[in-house]
């Protein structure tokens, strides 16, 4: 399995997710510049936090036009697993590939924290180690990451069980029926705004990010078993 990690100017969060990779899957993870054409070789795609192009316009507004976006496009459409955490979700929305938009918190500070999640759906390569209605701690640090959608999108990603982390008890940021993490209609393309690549040991506060790894490198080898 060949997995890399895209790096936007200004993403701040590449080498944690490269770490994560590394400690929990066994896996060396190349760190892609954004003005690569070609990621057909990758089976596991990582979009990072950060702050891409200094967050100028909107979050992910401008590294939405990176040269790398096309080839994501192209390999979401092939199958390929793609993950985008904080900044990396941002730009998954803005370029199209997650239905929605991301909004200032609506307490209009950055908040840095380890919140709940529950896991609600297990049926993806994305949570297929996780039990459905699990709680789990995952870290969060973000000013925009209150997600917003129509009435009909949100419902259409209801029926599809396209949710697959709310927040638990506790809002961060006035997201749209505490909604903290959804996926394609493929369920290859995951967005979240929590940090799972910072969960992945109990002496960063919380090892809930591990299934995640976990749950992707299970998920492929089955596929290509």
């Known amino acids: 399995m060949k997995t890399a990690v895209v790096v936007f100017p200004g993403s701040n969060c ?44 909107r979050t992910g507004a401008i590294a939405q036009f990176s040269p790398i976006m096309k080839a994501i496009r192209e390999q979401a459409e092939q199958g390929t697993y793609i993950l985008g955490v904080c900044n990396g979700f941002q730009i998954l929305l803005e370029a199209g590939l ?6 200032h918190n609506d307490h209009l500070q950055f908040r840095c924290d380890i919140v709940p999640l529950s896991v609600e759906q297990v049926d993806t390569p994305f949570t297929g180690n996780y039990q459905k209605g699990q709680i789990i701690q995952i870290p969060i640090a973000h000013g925009e990451g209150n997600y917003f959608a ?6 259409q990603l209801e029926q ?6 709310r927040y638990h008890e506790t809002n961060p940021n006035g997201s749209v029926r505490n909604i903290a993490g959804i996926c394609n209609a493929k369920r290859n393309v995951l967005g979240m705004m929590p940090h799972p690549e910072r969960a992945v040991h109990e002496w960063l506060g919380s090892a809930d990010g591990r299934a995640m790894f976990q749950s992707i490198l299970t998920a492929w080898r089955e596929q290509h078993a």
């Open 98 to 103: 997650l239905p929605g938009a991301m909004r």
């Open 14 to 57: 590449d080498v944690d997710a490269v770490r994560a990779i590394e400690d929990v899957m066994g896996l060396q993870a190349d760190m892609v510049w954004h003005s690569e054409t070609d990621v057909s070789a990758y089976d596991f795609i990582f979009l990072p936090g950060g702050f891409s192009y200094g967050d100028y316009l």
């Open 160 to 165: 599809n069980n396209q949710i697959l982390f």
């Open 150 to 155: 129509d009435e009909e999108t949100l419902n």
